[in-house]
């Protein structure tokens, strides 16, 4: 069975940093490409940052994260991360992760973001 579990969400005020986390189980993590997704209340959801799979460090933002998120991953932990910094109210959100291969897609459950002062 296939398990993305994110953690890490909550309230912080505007200019604050949260790190996001997702454990991976059920796949070989290594092999994945890893994304992270978040959707605003009345929005389509939009890909945040995405790292490429096994030991290459390539990734990619989106142009409003871009200098303050920062994606990683650890696959002796079957972990990518999202390290948030400068954060604003335009990205309260809930925050997905994804893996993705050549064959199959996966999604975890979600967790909230919510900047506000």
């Known amino acids: 069975q296939v398990q993305l579990v994110e953690s890490g969400g909550g309230w912080v005020q505007p200019g604050g940093s949260l790190r996001l986390s997702c454990v991976v189980s059920g796949i070989t993590f290594r092999a994945y490409a890893m994304g992270w997704h978040r959707q605003a209340p009345g929005k389509q959801r939009e890909l945040v940052a995405s790292?490429?799979?096994?030991?290459?460090?390539?990734?990619t933002y989106a142009d409003s994260v871009r200098g303050r998120f920062t994606i990683s991953r650890d696959n002796a932990k079957n972990t990518v991360y999202l390290q948030m910094d400068s954060l604003k109210p335009e990205d309260t959100a809930v925050y997905y992760c994804?893996?993705?291969?050549?064959?199959?897609?996966?999604w975890g459950q979600g967790t909230q973001v919510t900047v506000s002062s």
């Open positions: 790292i490429a799979s096994g030991e290459n460090t390539s990734t």
């Open positions: 994804k893996a993705i291969d050549l064959s199959n897609s996966y």
